[in-house]
């Protein structure tokens, strides 16, 4: 697969990185983690998961004005990253769980989506969500 066909167009960028709209994502197939990275400035990467390693269902109430604006389609043509936040302490790591990216798969495009109601908090315990607790 080319690198062309592996972007992803986020036409509105992403939150505090609007001028960039074009990602790669790119696995480490060592340690299994998802890198969403630039593709004209390699510097800026985010570390993203797939919600499907909680034990827990992640639901978020995302609005179809969002679905809209990726040309709509089937729940199963769209699939949600979450964005981490590191840490040098395992149990300071946090997900972004207000704020996942949501993706058409087929198309190749993106959006950051601000989730309805405060269910999900902006820096959940990974740790936590991992083993099954609540994101609060």
Do not use: W
Request: proline share 4%; aromatic share 10%; with cysteine.
């Amino acid at each position: 697969m080319s690198t062309e066909q592996k972007v992803i167009k986020f036409k509105k960028g992403i939150l505090g990185f609007e001028e960039y709209d074009e990602y790669l994502i790119v696995e480490d197939e060592e340690s299994g983690l998802f890198f969403l990275q630039s593709k004209v400035e390699s510097s800026i990467e985010f570390v993203i998961i797939s919600p499907h390693i909680f034990t827990q269902p992640y639901e978020p109430s995302i609005r179809e004005t969002y679905f809209e604006e990726l040309g709509g389609g089937a729940n199963d043509e769209f699939v949600i990253y979450l964005m981490v936040r590191l840490s040098n302490n395992v149990e300071e790591i946090t997900v972004n769980l207000q704020a996942p990216l949501l993706m058409h798969i087929e198309r190749r495009e993106g959006v950051q989506v601000i989730v309805d109601g405060d269910e999900y908090p902006i820096r959940a315990s990974l740790a936590e969500m991992i083993k099954g607790g609540t994101p609060c």
